[in-house]
Protein backbone atom coordinates (compact mmCIF):
# COMPACT_ATOMS: atom_id res chain seq x y z
CA UNK A 1 0.00 0.00 0.00
CA UNK A 2 1.38 3.11 -1.07
CA UNK A 3 0.87 6.21 1.25
CA UNK A 4 1.06 9.52 -0.03
CA UNK A 5 3.11 12.44 0.62
CA UNK A 6 0.68 14.98 2.28
CA UNK A 7 -0.58 11.70 4.85
CA UNK A 8 2.87 10.97 5.99
CA UNK A 9 2.80 13.49 8.37
CA UNK A 10 -0.66 12.74 10.05
CA UNK A 11 0.69 9.17 10.23
CA UNK A 12 3.69 10.26 12.21
CA UNK A 13 1.28 12.15 14.44
CA UNK A 14 -1.06 9.16 14.78
CA UNK A 15 1.92 6.73 15.90
CA UNK A 16 3.66 9.36 18.08
CA UNK A 17 0.11 10.06 19.98
CA UNK A 18 -0.16 6.17 20.18
CA UNK A 19 3.36 5.50 21.56
CA UNK A 20 2.50 8.71 23.97
CA UNK A 21 -1.02 6.67 25.18
CA UNK A 22 0.68 3.61 25.70
CA UNK A 23 3.52 5.15 27.82
CA UNK A 24 1.05 6.68 30.14
CA UNK A 25 -0.94 4.09 30.58
CA UNK A 26 1.62 1.79 31.56
CA UNK A 27 3.34 4.27 33.93
CA UNK A 28 -0.35 4.83 35.78
CA UNK A 29 -0.25 0.79 36.50
CA UNK A 30 3.08 0.61 37.39
CA UNK A 31 2.82 3.60 40.45
CA UNK A 32 4.12 2.49 43.45
CA UNK A 33 1.75 2.71 46.34
CA UNK A 34 2.08 6.06 48.57
CA UNK A 35 2.72 6.10 52.38
CA UNK A 36 0.84 8.35 53.37
CA UNK A 37 -1.11 9.50 56.65
CA UNK A 38 -4.68 9.40 57.37
CA UNK A 39 -5.13 13.03 58.31
CA UNK A 40 -3.77 14.24 55.02
CA UNK A 41 -5.79 12.05 53.13
CA UNK A 42 -9.04 13.61 54.49
CA UNK A 43 -7.29 17.47 54.42
CA UNK A 44 -6.57 17.07 50.69
CA UNK A 45 -8.97 13.94 49.04
CA UNK A 46 -8.94 15.35 45.50
CA UNK A 47 -4.98 15.01 45.86
CA UNK A 48 -5.16 11.16 46.54
CA UNK A 49 -8.21 9.76 44.48
CA UNK A 50 -7.52 6.99 42.87
CA UNK A 51 -4.19 6.31 44.46
CA UNK A 52 -2.94 3.56 45.78
CA UNK A 53 -2.55 4.49 49.40
CA UNK A 54 -0.72 2.78 52.83
CA UNK A 55 -1.96 4.24 56.15
CA UNK A 56 -1.33 2.85 59.34
CA UNK A 57 -4.91 3.78 61.06
CA UNK A 58 -7.35 2.66 63.63
CA UNK A 59 -10.08 0.60 63.04
CA UNK A 60 -13.85 0.42 64.98
CA UNK A 61 -15.91 -1.67 63.46
CA UNK A 62 -19.47 -1.66 64.35
CA UNK A 63 -23.06 -3.03 62.92
CA UNK A 64 -23.26 -0.10 60.77
CA UNK A 65 -20.07 -0.55 59.39
CA UNK A 66 -16.49 0.30 59.43
CA UNK A 67 -14.79 3.57 59.88
CA UNK A 68 -11.14 4.48 59.96
CA UNK A 69 -9.84 7.25 62.06
CA UNK A 70 -6.16 8.53 63.68
CA UNK A 71 -5.78 10.30 67.34
CA UNK A 72 -4.38 13.34 65.39
CA UNK A 73 -7.33 14.26 63.51
CA UNK A 74 -10.64 13.04 65.51
CA UNK A 75 -13.05 14.60 64.31
CA UNK A 76 -12.67 12.65 60.91
CA UNK A 77 -13.41 9.58 59.68
CA UNK A 78 -12.84 6.90 56.27
CA UNK A 79 -15.88 4.59 55.65
CA UNK A 80 -13.39 1.64 54.65
CA UNK A 81 -14.39 -1.90 52.98
CA UNK A 82 -12.66 -4.86 51.92
CA UNK A 83 -12.05 -5.73 48.05
CA UNK A 84 -13.38 -8.84 47.40
CA UNK A 85 -10.52 -10.17 46.01
CA UNK A 86 -8.64 -9.60 48.75
CA UNK A 87 -10.93 -11.53 51.33
CA UNK A 88 -8.79 -14.64 51.20
CA UNK A 89 -5.77 -13.17 52.11
CA UNK A 90 -3.76 -14.29 55.53
CA UNK A 91 -3.53 -10.38 56.45
CA UNK A 92 -7.12 -9.71 55.81
CA UNK A 93 -8.15 -12.83 57.49
CA UNK A 94 -6.27 -12.00 60.44
CA UNK A 95 -7.44 -8.13 60.21
CA UNK A 96 -10.84 -9.84 60.26
CA UNK A 97 -10.47 -12.04 63.42
CA UNK A 98 -8.67 -8.92 65.01
CA UNK A 99 -12.17 -6.82 64.67
CA UNK A 100 -14.53 -9.87 65.64
CA UNK A 101 -12.76 -10.17 68.88
CA UNK A 102 -11.93 -6.23 69.79
CA UNK A 103 -13.28 -3.95 67.28
CA UNK A 104 -15.22 -1.84 70.17
CA UNK A 105 -12.30 -2.31 72.74
CA UNK A 106 -11.17 0.76 74.59
CA UNK A 107 -7.69 -0.44 72.67
CA UNK A 108 -8.48 -0.17 69.13
CA UNK A 109 -7.10 -2.03 66.40
CA UNK A 110 -3.98 -0.40 64.91
CA UNK A 111 -3.37 -1.81 60.92
CA UNK A 112 -1.13 -1.08 58.07
CA UNK A 113 -3.57 -0.74 55.16
CA UNK A 114 -2.83 -1.30 51.85
CA UNK A 115 -5.36 0.21 49.33
CA UNK A 116 -7.36 2.87 46.76
CA UNK A 117 -8.27 5.80 48.33
CA UNK A 118 -12.11 6.74 46.00
CA UNK A 119 -12.92 10.07 47.07
CA UNK A 120 -16.45 11.30 46.74
CA UNK A 121 -18.21 7.98 45.33
CA UNK A 122 -21.57 7.84 44.63
CA UNK A 123 -23.41 4.73 46.11
CA UNK A 124 -26.18 3.57 45.08
CA UNK A 125 -27.49 1.90 47.61
CA UNK A 126 -28.31 4.74 50.11
CA UNK A 127 -28.10 7.44 46.87
CA UNK A 128 -25.32 9.61 48.52
CA UNK A 129 -22.03 10.38 47.82
CA UNK A 130 -19.06 9.57 50.14
CA UNK A 131 -15.43 9.20 50.32
CA UNK A 132 -14.24 5.12 50.89
CA UNK A 133 -10.99 3.33 51.43
CA UNK A 134 -10.78 0.07 49.31
CA UNK A 135 -8.86 -1.92 51.27
CA UNK A 136 -6.73 -5.39 49.62
CA UNK A 137 -4.07 -5.88 52.13
CA UNK A 138 -3.11 -5.43 55.98
CA UNK A 139 -0.23 -5.96 58.02
CA UNK A 140 0.98 -4.99 61.85
CA UNK A 141 -2.39 -5.63 63.22
CA UNK A 142 -2.13 -5.34 66.85
CA UNK A 143 -3.71 -3.93 69.35
CA UNK A 144 -3.01 0.11 70.93
CA UNK A 145 -1.45 0.22 73.61
CA UNK A 146 -3.58 2.77 75.54
CA UNK A 147 -7.35 3.53 75.89
CA UNK A 148 -8.47 5.81 72.76
CA UNK A 149 -11.93 6.54 72.03
CA UNK A 150 -13.67 8.01 68.34
Known sequence: ?????????????????????????????????????????????KDFSGKTLIMTVRITSTKEGGFLWSPECKKHVLY????????????????????KLYGLSDHPVVATLTGVFIYDQYDGTSHRRSSVFNASAAADIKLSVKEEHL
Open 1 to 45: MRIAKWQRPFIFVGISLLSVGVWNGSAAQSEKPVNVSLCDVLTRP
Open 80 to 99: WKIDASARSQKGILDLYQAL
